[in-house]
């Protein structure tokens, strides 16, 4: 069995590696917390959204455990107007608590971060590592510093680090099995509507259930594509480029796998603002360049 604090000696810059393992113990504080946050509060996000009491707390717990590291530049959170400061170099970009409206469902939930070396925002290309934890069955942490994306599972009471390595350098399957799009089907675009009707007649399987990160899991293991596209009543999109968006896009590009935003990398979007979306389609190469040229050829 290996723990995190050893895998990441070998293969990861101190920095980053302390990030990592502040953002994993403090998920299981979050976690811990779940059962007694599952109300709204009268709060509403810079998107607009109501806040869940669990996005508040766990906003606060992240932003807080990760400034103490003493290496982090600033905050920046789905769940702030501005970011928090700190004395360190890393520039972090957070979605704390990723579908809370799935909270009272109990369905699962997640966390997202962006680890950047350049002030925010900026575009993905500064990214230097992100990292998911899913709320689910399991308490897991899958993340990548540039060499392939591993996942590991908090296991309590056992020796040393309580997360284990459960997958090693995971890639994208490039036979796809399962999508999951976003938004209201009548607002889809008509690309992403021909689209989706070609992936139900090649048999691929409907997985969305409202949370990205659950949604994310299964494409990185079964191979298909996840996306919330461009509506006729929202062409941005929802997801968040900074928090939500680029993180993941990351970790997609160093599983094997490519994120779009209909017609370029995401990785490469440069926005100009925290909060700013942008239409998201990621998963197995091939698919994502299909949709892609669609979209473009519309
Ligand atoms: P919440 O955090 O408000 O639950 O939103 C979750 C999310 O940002 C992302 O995780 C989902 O993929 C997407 O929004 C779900 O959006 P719809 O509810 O419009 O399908």
Not at 1 to 30: E, G, H, K, Y
Not at 143 to 158: A, D, L, M
Not at 166 to 187: N, Y
Not at 199 to 221: C, I, P, S, W
Request: glycine share 10%; aromatic share 8%.
């Amino acid at each position: 069995m290996t723990n995190l604090d050893i895998f990441l000696r070998d293969r990861a810059p101190a920095d980053l590696s302390r990030l990592i393992l502040t953002a994993a113990s403090t998920s299981m504080q979050v976690r811990r917390a779940l059962p007694f946050t599952t109300k709204l509060t009268r709060g509403v996000n810079p998107s607009g959204e109501r806040q869940a009491e669990i996005d508040v707390y766990a906003n606060e717990l992240f932003a807080s455990s990760l400034l103490a590291t003493g290496l982090v530049s600033e905050v920046a959170s789905e769940e702030m107007a501005e970011p928090r400061r700190g004395r360190g170099k890393v520039h972090v970009a957070m979605d704390p608590l990723d579908g809370s409206s799935n909270i009272a469902t109990n369905n699962p939930l997640g966390s997202i971060f962006g680890f950047y070396s350049s002030a925010l925002p900026c575009s993905g290309d500064n990214l230097v590592a992100s990292a998911f934890v899913t709320y689910g069955p399991m308490l897991t942490l899958t993340f990548t510093t540039g060499e392939g994306v591993h996942t590991f599972v908090n296991v309590e009471g056992q020796e040393g680090n309580p997360f284990i390595l459960m997958e090693e350098s995971a890639s994208i399957p490039e036979k796809a099995e399962v999508f999951g799009l976003g938004g209201d089907r009548r607002d889809w675009i008509e690309p992403v509507e021909t689209f989706v009707a070609s992936l139900e007649a090649r048999g691929l399987k409907l997985r969305y259930g409202g949370t990205f990160v659950g949604d994310f899991n299964q494409v990185l293991r079964r191979g298909g594509i996840f996306g919330y596209p461009a509506l006729k009543n929202k062409p941005r999109g929802k997801l968040r480029v900074l928090y939500e968006a680029a993180p993941m896009a990351f970790i997609t590009k160093h599983a094997g796998g490519y994120a779009s935003d209909g017609s370029r990398d995401v990785l490469s979007i440069v926005p100009s603002a925290l909060a700013e979306t942008a239409p998201l389609y990621l998963g197995t190469a091939g698919l994502v360049k299909e949709v892609e040229s669609l979209i473009r050829g519309a």
